[in-house]
């Protein structure tokens, strides 16, 4: 409104005045107690700035002394293992030095369940399955599926297990042009996270978590999981490689399985010899195994091999002619294959197995038994991690392995340089921050308040003073080869380190080292702690000047307030008095005018 005034006013006659000139001139100089107050937040801001980064520099080099200190941290180790293709192990300083024997009876596993069916549509994208009231339990953990029901596309029943972040994940698969695949597994081993599935087109799997577990096929087959291996209750096949070579006369062998095959584990096995009157039947997978005694074959009539414990039959006939003996037999069928498979599915139907169940590790080390859930055992010798790499379902036999710990490398030289950068690094920013200004610079922010930042001052004399270790024996950091400089920094002396390497520093440092110890209450740590600590010297500062921040910006906008009333009161009075200039100049001019005309009659007369 001010400024609209005095145009008019300017536009009416020459004789008006610049009201937003002169207000502007004069908010200059009253605006310069605001300019000062902003420079000054703008210096304490970056005063708060400096302490931030003062204290991150002051962390570091607290966890550099805290190395320093450790006298775990010099007892390096180096850890070989005679077994590395199923046995490792990795060591953190301070791991007791020795010989560890370790056999695993059991590797830990996870839940694996696979749920197999025949795509009639030939089209994966497209098949449903009935999923309603599916259930999913994750260890103590049961997870229904609210939204499936009787045509649930099998990726989004995927999805649905995908998306519970419960250590789990499901996949679905093609495995040719009609058969697919959903896998659902565990991503952590051991018992704890065993996993059972149930109400999938009425079937269901069954991880008891003790190393069983049993499924229900939609169909109503009943499949069964123990050590010895998976077996069903009906629709086990069988095939083989039997044919005789040397035996004379004699029929193909053919292979039965007992009770329909209900004790009979799936898998491969093979036939081996232990003598020439014995053949030994192996399971490929768990490593089980039956030897029998063969005897010479009754002429003309049918003989048996029968591996009992497996449910499986060998059967094969001669000839009346004599010739088959004991040894010939024995030698045909070793080498030779049995295979057991498990039962097909058809039309709708799903099929659900187990092809792993949960189990925990089962350990002995130095003759200590462990049972643990995972595979990397971090907790049985303090600062060793063993890692298991192999599995004990290959052969059934435990994984033996002996893994040593010896002294590693010197590493003295590597933590005295990180105490060195870290110290370093403190003293350059304290002497950029209490730099004293010059004719070219204006110094550091602390350049006025050194004492703020005296504990810095406390952490060099005590470094200065050296070191305690041992039994309270005194060495300096420049006999280490840590040289203390002029302004105040550190440099490393190779030379000097050698030396006292030389001497078996590494030793010393490991007896347990204390920086600037003159007690237990007075030494470089617990400086630094009391710098660092709540309500320390940085964070009281901190708080101060963050305080001292609020009351200027308070004080600013009052002011920016006052300002605004004292520039509206300028604007305001000059505005008037452009108006009355305004007002007398017209005044003046119907005067000019109205003596003029006077004259011009008096003249006329």
């Known amino acids: 409104m001010a400024t609209s005034s005095s145009k008019i006013a300017a536009g009416a006659t020459t004789q008006s005045i610049d009201v937003a000139a002169i207000v502007s001139s004069l908010m200059t100089s009253e605006r310069k107690p605001l300019e000062a107050l902003v420079k000054s937040v703008s210096q304490k801001e970056l005063i708060v700035s400096d302490l931030a980064n003062l204290k991150s520099k002051v962390s570091t080099l607290q966890s550099a002394l805290d190395t320093f200190q450790n ?78 029901n009787a045509t649930t596309p099998l990726s989004s029943l995927a999805g649905f297990i995908n998306s519970l972040g419960a250590g789990v994940t499901a996949s679905v698969v093609a495995i040719d042009a009609t058969n697919w695949n959903l896998a659902i597994q565990g991503t952590k081993t051991g018992i704890a996270n065993k996993i059972s599935i149930t109400n999938l087109n009425g079937g269901s799997a069954t991880d008891n978590g ?5 499924t229900t096929w939609s169909d109503g087959k009943v499949e069964t999981v123990n050590l010895t291996g998976t077996k069903y209750s009906s629709g086990i096949t069988s095939s083989n490689n039997l ?23 799936i898998g491969n096995y093979s036939i081996s010899n232990l003598s020439s009157s014995s053949l030994t ?121 002996m893994i040593t710990t010896s002294k590693g490398v010197d590493n003295s030289g590597t933590i005295l340089q990180g105490l060195s950068t870290a110290y370093n690094d403190v003293i350059s920013l304290y002497n950029t921050l209490v730099q004293n200004p010059t004719t070219t610079t204006a110094g550091g922010n602390f350049a006025y308040r050194k004492s703020q930042l005296g504990f810095i001052d406390d952490f060099k004399q005590k470094i200065s003073q050296g070191f305690v270790y041992g039994d309270n024996n005194i060495m300096s950091f420049s006999q280490v080869g840590l040289i203390l400089q002029g302004d105040g920094t550190t440099k490393f002396d190779s030379l000097k380190f050698a030396n006292a390497s030389a001497a078996d520093l590494q ?56 300002l605004a009333v004292v520039e509206n009161n300028y604007t305001m009075r000059y505005s008037k008095l452009n108006t009355l200039l305004f007002n007398l100049n017209n005044t003046s001019n119907s005067l000019t005018s109205s003596l003029t005309a006077l004259t011009n009659m008096n003249a006329s007369k």
Do not use: C, H
């Open 71 to 148: 006298t775990t941290s010099y007892t390096t180790v180096n850890v070989i293992s005679n077994n590395p293709a199923v046995i490792t192990a990795t060591a953190a300083n301070g791991a007791s030095l020795g010989s560890y024997d370790v056999e695993i009876a059991q590797t830990a596993q996870a839940t694996k369940i696979n749920v197999g069916g025949i795509n009639l549509a030939n089209g994966l994208s497209s098949k449903t399955v009935n999923a309603t009231n599916f259930q999913i339990t994750v260890g103590t953990s049961t997870y229904t599926y609210v939204a499936g």
């Open 210 to 214: 003790n190393g069983t577990g049993t």
């Open 243 to 265: 044919s005789f070579a040397s035996a004379t006369n004699s029929s193909l062998p053919t292979v039965l399985l007992s009770q329909g095959g209900i004790s009979s584990p």
């Open 281 to 401: 039947l192996t399971n490929d997978l768990t490593g089980l195994s039956q030897t029998i005694a063969v005897g010479d074959p009754n002429l003309n009539a049918t003989n048996s091999l029968n591996f009992s414990q497996f449910g499986i039959t060998v059967n094969f006939t001669t000839s009346a002619n004599a010739g088959d003996t004991a040894a010939k037999i024995v030698s045909d069928m070793t080498g030779k294959k049995i295979t057991i498979s498990k039962p097909p599915i058809q039309g709708e139907n799903l099929s659900f197995n187990l092809n792993s169940v949960s189990n925990n590790i089962l350990a002995t080390v130095n003759g200590i038994s462990y049972e643990r859930g995972s595979n990397n055992l971090n907790d049985i010798v303090p600062n060793l991690t063993i890692n298991i790499a192999g599995t004990t379902n290959s052969n059934m036999r435990p994984l033996k392995g």
């Open 507 to 562: 030793s010393k440092l490991a007896s347990g080292a204390k920086v600037g110890f003159q007690s237990t209450t007075n030494n470089l740590k617990v400086s630094i702690s009391n710098a660092l600590k709540q309500q320390g010297s940085i964070e009281l500062q901190t708080i101060s000047t963050k305080t001292e921040i609020n009351t200027l910006k308070n004080k600013q906008s009052q002011l920016v307030d006052r």
